[in-house]
């Protein structure tokens, strides 16, 4: 069964902080790993990993994969308070009819305090 | 572009009643799924769609049916609802490709009471 498994399942940081998010994953034809970033709406796109090692950035946050031990983490450095959200990972099926779906974990709520 | 629409934003339903959250994207995307989120958990796939006129269960389907009969609408039907599909559903579409990532709607919150 595929499984998608985030820690921790909740953190509360001060602004300023650099917290880091794991995700690990157990997905049959596992193709990319992607990371959303949800604020009490639907989830925003943050990144997508596909190659083991090669670090993805966006400003204060990056986020790499490694294929051998199955996990991925995200980094946020210098938090601030618009962070606070639940951050989520999904593993992407390749091939064949499950082209496309993705398994989600059950997210991290990452709590910025001022 | 609109991206991916969703109606209704909410919705009070009586158990046993039925009712058809719509969902339209028009970016020509083939693939396109439906979650549900309950409070303080991740998403679960109800039903997905490589294209039209193909329909397909994911983890959590009992309670529910599709149809896919454009490219640009996907509407989840629940059949005698329960309190135990109070959740939120987001209906999500994805391009044809490794690089493409998946297009959230905004959601339907819907509760049965």
């Known amino acids: 069964e595929d499984k998608v498994v985030q820690s921790p399942l909740s953190l509360v940081v001060h602004e300023g902080d650099t917290v880091t998010l794991n995700c690990s994953y157990e997905v049959t034809n596992f193709r990319s790993l992607l990371w959303y970033k949800q604020e009490k709406k639907a989830p925003t796109f943050l990144f997508m990993l596909?190659?083991?090692?090669i670090e993805k950035k966006s400003g204060r946050l990056s986020s790499i994969l490694d294929k051998k031990e199955l996990f991925s983490i995200l980094n946020i450095t210098a938090t601030q308070t618009g962070d606070s959200a639940v951050y989520l990972c999904?593993?992407?099926?390749?091939?064949?009819?499950?082209?496309?779906?993705?398994?989600f974990g059950q997210g991290t709520i990452l709590t910025v305090h001022p | 572009n609109a991206g991916v629409t969703q109606t209704p934003k909410f919705r009070i339903l009586k158990i046993g009643q039925s009712m058809t959250l719509q969902c339209t994207q028009d970016m020509n995307h083939n693939y396109m799924y439906w979650y549900r989120q309950d409070p303080g958990m991740g998403l679960k796939l109800i039903y997905y769609s490589v294209g039209a006129g193909i329909t397909d269960k994911g983890e959590v389907p009992n309670g529910y049916n599709v149809s896919r009969s454009t490219t640009e609408d996907f509407p989840l039907r629940l059949e005698l609802a329960a309190p135990s599909q109070t959740s939120v559903y987001f209906c999500?579409?994805?391009?044809?490709?490794?690089?493409?990532?998946?297009?959230f709607g905004p959601g339907t919150r819907l509760t049965v009471t």
């Open positions: 999904a593993g992407d099926h390749a091939g064949g009819t499950s082209y496309g779906k993705l398994t």
């Open positions: 596909t190659s083991s090692g």
């Open positions: 999500a579409s994805r391009g044809q490709g490794s690089s493409y990532e998946q297009y």
